[in-house]
């Protein structure tokens, strides 16, 4: 099915002035459609969905259609604008969640948030502060959402110990795309850790770390940021939103905002962690969400950051051993090279992890 047709299965008034596609996510296809109606703009965004990612779109949309409503009413609750404050997903003309092509493509469509902006980077303490202050508030206010009305759209998505024995050790062992020989000490690193990947879900299963309903891909670039005041005023990307634990959404937050550099940087030697954007994150987020902590979750705080870092590392790497299927790449060693970077960005946090800590203390 061609985009243009696509655009027919929802009712967009007015003129199409144009479309193109736009965004840095790594799984879905998305696109920015203008069309224009009485001298008047409107933007949506309409993206084509990961059907190799998300096996059950129904239950995908349904998750995220109930999660949207739901924060509507508490964002009008607590005096904010819904228009503005989360995503405003529109059902098709024939009132279906999504569309669905022939060829089993699938696409949906929200209205895009007029006058904001998304980052790739970190420009300043202080907006990496407001996008905690965002995600807290996302996880603060999902809070007493009926979370077993969820369904689990990728299950064991941050289940560490499982994605290394049931991912990363059968990806070492098929080496499907000859590719293992050229990445043995990135392979030891992860073997060499092992012990790390089931501290947290070791936690959850003993009932000392309490299960919530959290966003789960908590990335810099998954939240809008107003262009006036450079609030971060809207989370995006709520495929992931499944029950897990706060920790899941503090330390993939540090993992990308808190690198020096970006995901994909070449030179490991200019990685490192920047223990200043970590504490303006952690006041951002405990400021919304951690109210509500138990003391074990705020003790392992900084160690989740370590744990999210080495886990997208380890699926880099997986990734990259089984030839380039699951994230979008731009070159051949694009996955290789994240690997890399996520593994400098874990040993640069094991030397300042007692910073780390007295940081997280000190709040
Ligand atoms: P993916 O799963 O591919 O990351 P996202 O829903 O995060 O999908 O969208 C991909 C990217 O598109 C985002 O990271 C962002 O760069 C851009 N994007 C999506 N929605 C908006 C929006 N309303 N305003 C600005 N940028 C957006
Ligand atoms: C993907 O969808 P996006 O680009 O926001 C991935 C995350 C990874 C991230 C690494 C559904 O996030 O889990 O941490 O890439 N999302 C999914 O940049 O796998
Ligand atoms: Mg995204």
Known sequence: MDIKEVL???????????????????????????????????????QKVNTNVFKNIDDLMGNVFAVTSF???KIKANGGDPDRETLNYMKTTNGDLYCKAEDGTCYRAYKFVDNSKCCDSVSSAEIFEKSGLAFGRFQK??????????????????????????????AVKDDKSGRADQCRDEIQFVMDRRNDCRRLTDLSDKGEIPIRVTHNDTKLNNVLFDN????????????????????YDFGDSIRFGANTC??????TSKIAID??????????????????????????LAFSAKLMTFECGMRFLTDYLNGDTYFKTAYPEHNLVRAKDQFALVADMEKHMDEME???KAL
């Not at 967009?12 to 479309?19: A, D, V, Y």
């Not at 990728?154 to 024995?165: C, G, L, Q, S, V």
Request: with cysteine; proline share 3%; glycine share 6%.
């Open 8 to 46: 027919g299965c929802f009712d967009f008034k007015g003129e199409l002035l144009g479309i193109e596609q736009f965004g840095s996510g790594h799984i879905n296809t998305t696109y920015l459609a203008k069309y224009k109606e009485d001298n008047k703009i409107s933007s949506y965004v309409v």
């Open 71 to 73: 924060l509507r009413d």
């Open 141 to 170: 206010y999902l809070s007493d959402f009926p979370a077993t009305t969820l369904k689990e759209t990728i299950p064991d998505f941050h289940n560490t110990i499982w994605r290394f024995e049931n991912e990363f050790l059968p």
């Open 228 to 247: 006036d005041s450079d609030e971060a005023i809207c989370v995006i990307d709520l495929d992931t939103v499944m029950p897990g634990l706060a920790l």
């Open 262 to 267: 970006a995901e994909d940087e070449k030179d």
């Open 275 to 300: 223990l200043d954007y970590f504490k303006a994150y952690a006041q951002g987020f405990l400021k919304e969400a951690g109210e509500s902590f138990t003391q074990t979750e705020k003790d392992n």
């Open 358 to 360: 007295n940081i997280i």
